[in-house]
C-alpha cells in the first residue's frame, strides 16, 4: 500500500489554458473524492465516485471542470480555460467502505496550481 | 446542506489538555469526522463519530452529541508536534455521502 498519489504535485499555467490532474488512489478504496483548498480554508468538495460512476459533483463547481474515473481505479480532473480563481491546491481522497459507509479518508500530497 | 463552525484559533501549553469544538447545520447528517494538518500538507485522518457518544484513539478523543448537533476533539498531553490546523468533516447519509469539511481551527502548542 503505497498511499494516495497525485501528478503533478506543481501546475503553473497561463490564463485561459487547459489542465489536467491525476489521482492513484489506494488500491482497494472504492469512493474517490476531489477537493479544492485555498489558504486558510478547509478543503471544499467538488465531486465523488464510486468506483466508476460520478455520484455528486458540487453545485459550485462550474462547467469548465470535469471528472473522470475510467475502470474505477485512477481519476483526472481538468480544468477548461482556467482563471486565476483557479488557483488552489487540489486534493484528492480515497477511502473504503465500510457497512455501506466511508468513515475515513485517505488525502494524496495535492497539486499546487498557479495561474498566471 | 451541511455547515460546520469551528473557532478559528486555540492557543494551548505543552503537556495541557485542549478541546476543539465543532458545531453543524445539516440534513441528512451520518458521521463526524476530525482531521489535522500541517501547514504544506495533506489532512490526515484523526477519529470517526458514527454514534453519540465518546470515541477514544490514543491521545486524541472524539466527541459526537446528534441532538446538541455538537461535537468536539479532545487532544491530551499536547506536544509542539501536535501544532496544526484542525479540521471536523460532516458525512451525508443515504446513499450520496459527499462530506463537507468546517472552517478549521489553527492550533498552536506554546512551551
Known amino acids: 500500500d503505497t498511499g494516495v498519489s497525485q501528478n503533478p504535485r506543481h501546475k503553473i499555467t497561463k490564463r485561459g489554458q487547459n489542465v489536467t490532474f491525476r489521482c492513484d488512489p489506494i488500491s482497494e478504496h472504492n469512493r474517490l473524492y476531489w477537493y479544492r483548498q485555498t489558504l486558510g480554508q478547509g478543503p471544499e468538495f467538488l465531486t465523488y465516485f464510486q468506483n466508476e460512476a460520478q455520484l455528486e459533483k458540487s453545485r459550485l463547481l462550474s462547467d469548465r471542470f470535469s471528472a473522470e474515473r475510467p475502470k474505477g481505479s485512477f481519476s483526472t480532473l481538468e480544468i477548461q480555460r482556467t482563471e486565476q480563481g483557479d488557483s488552489a491546491m487540489y486534493l484528492c481522497?480515497?477511502?473504503?467502505?465500510?457497512?455501506?459507509?466511508?468513515?475515513?479518508?485517505?488525502f494524496g500530497p495535492g497539486t499546487r496550481l498557479t495561474v498566471t | 446542506g451541511q455547515s460546520l463552525e469551528q473557532p478559528s484559533e486555540v492557543t494551548a501549553v505543552e503537556g495541557a489538555i485542549v478541546q476543539i469544538n465543532c458545531t453543524y447545520q445539516?440534513?441528512?447528517?451520518?458521521?463526524l469526522s476530525w482531521y489535522q494538518q500541517h501547514d504544506g500538507g495533506a489532512p490526515t485522518f484523526l477519529s470517526y463519530n458514527a454514534l453519540d457518544g465518546l470515541e477514544e484513539t490514543g491521545r486524541f478523543s472524539s466527541f459526537l452529541s446528534r441532538s446538541d448537533s455538537y461535537g468536539y476533539l479532545l487532544l491530551q498531553e499536547l506536544q509542539m508536534k501536535d501544532s496544526a490546523s484542525y479540521f471536523c468533516?460532516?458525512?451525508?447519509?443515504?446513499?450520496?455521502?459527499?462530506?463537507?469539511f468546517g472552517t478549521g481551527t489553527k492550533l498552536q502548542v506554546i512551551p
Open positions: 481522497a480515497s477511502s473504503p467502505i465500510r457497512g455501506g459507509y466511508s468513515y475515513e479518508q485517505y
Open positions: 445539516t440534513s441528512g447528517f451520518y458521521g
Open positions: 468533516a460532516g458525512s451525508g447519509s443515504g446513499g450520496y455521502q459527499k462530506v463537507t
